[in-house]
């Protein structure tokens, strides 16, 4: 199986970086192939601007989706884009390891969604019509694989509980792994979280985190990822995209999208 | 009135261009006094890394938590940082305007969350003892504070309603009203979102929108803030941080932190 690593941390000493490690020894050793984007040590450009496409008409204004929409049509995207999106292309699995902070991603990992997402490529792509609303949510360029989060996390299991103060964990993902990944096509197998990682991880804690991690890698290919509702087959009306009646009646919020 | 706008979009001949416009001169023309932080214009540096706390011990792994505390306490933070922070500092209100991209900030306004706020700034504030675990939701640097989210969506208002697909706006919010303001203590007010404008917003959309943005700026020192609960005041167990069964019986999920 091919995997490409997502990698947000800016230092190789520490947790994350012991935890990617790692995670590649692992996949390697059990025959996959790796490649990672270790997005700090890439200095990765976090935000999206004209310079992502370069051949751009300067004389109007720059439109994120509009020239992103071009510049990946006519093949004349920044080369560090096509180059994610070639490693997207050529990957089976996806994982994204990152800290949470600020109950999201690091900057430098929503740059690499705001710019490798290129309108036609993760979004704007398929028919619009009555029946069907673009490829997406379930259908799109990621159809067939799979991905999932690594994160680590300062607060506690019980924070991010059902009733926890930081909200359930798999709400403050959702944006993440229903609008990021579940949207262009990806399968999205729970996440692996570790929590409380703020203070030292001694040597007993790590050897539990990876045990579990290793078991994760162990059955990426086998486990049954989130059962996020798909767009156009039948349960939401389009092009309201609100879940019809008869679909979780009553139901509302994230939860109300997985069967 | 002191309000700091916090703005994130690449082109100023824009939809959030001119509505930034708009805010700034109607804020005037009331009398307030108005500081920008045009994110993209100031080329705002995203990542978080070792630079940002230029006197740390090099010989040491960069911790970005620790090396933020440090820097803040020291006064040796980057010039940058420390005059965002001067700015939240002065500020009676903050509004921060952004494009929705993939469910969330643009990656330059999550760098500006990642580094502005240090620990000691904006975490890791206050006792933490049985009783107080922090100053933290609903107190805070940012006490007394109030602060609003201007956003425009390509999607429309029904794909954020209550049974929407991509998620009610008020959770797909959360993680930023709740994680990144209520936090530190803003008080945080409903925000005004702008649906549907990926395709031309024509002239009577726009003086519908701008009527309606001049109304909630007319009433920023008066609109009720979201009714968050507050961590340190008998709703949560302490350290658990989960709420005390009495509270929202039954209840789980974002909104069960609203009273």
Known sequence: MNVLIVYAHPQPRSL?????????QHLEAAGHHVQM????????KAPIDEHDAPQRNASEPFHASLDSKQAFLAGTQSADIAREQEKLRWADTVIFQFPLWW???????????????????????GE???????????????????????VTTGGWDSH??????????????????????????????PPFVAYRTGSNVDAGRFAKITRELGERLDKLA???PIAYRRQNYGEYDIPALTLKDEVATGQTGFAAHIV
Do not use: C
């Open 160 to 189: 991010y509980a059902p009733r926890g103060i930081n909200g359930p964990i798999d709400d403050v993902l959702f944006p993440i792994q229903h609008g990021m990944l579940f949207y262009p096509g990806f399968d999205v197998l």
């Open 103 to 125: 109950f999201s991603m690091p900057a430098i990992m929503k740059g690499w969604f705001d710019r490798v997402y290129a309108y036609g490529f993760a979004y704007g792509v």
């Open 128 to 150: 619009h019509s009555d029946t069907h609303w673009g490829d997406r949510y379930g259908e799109g360029a990621m159809s067939g694989k799979r991905a999932m989060l690594v």
């Open 37 to 44: 984007s270790d997005l700090y040590a890439m200095q990765w």
């Open 222 to 224: 086998t486990t049954a």
């Open 16 to 24: 994350n970086g012991a935890l990617r490690d790692f995670t590649v």
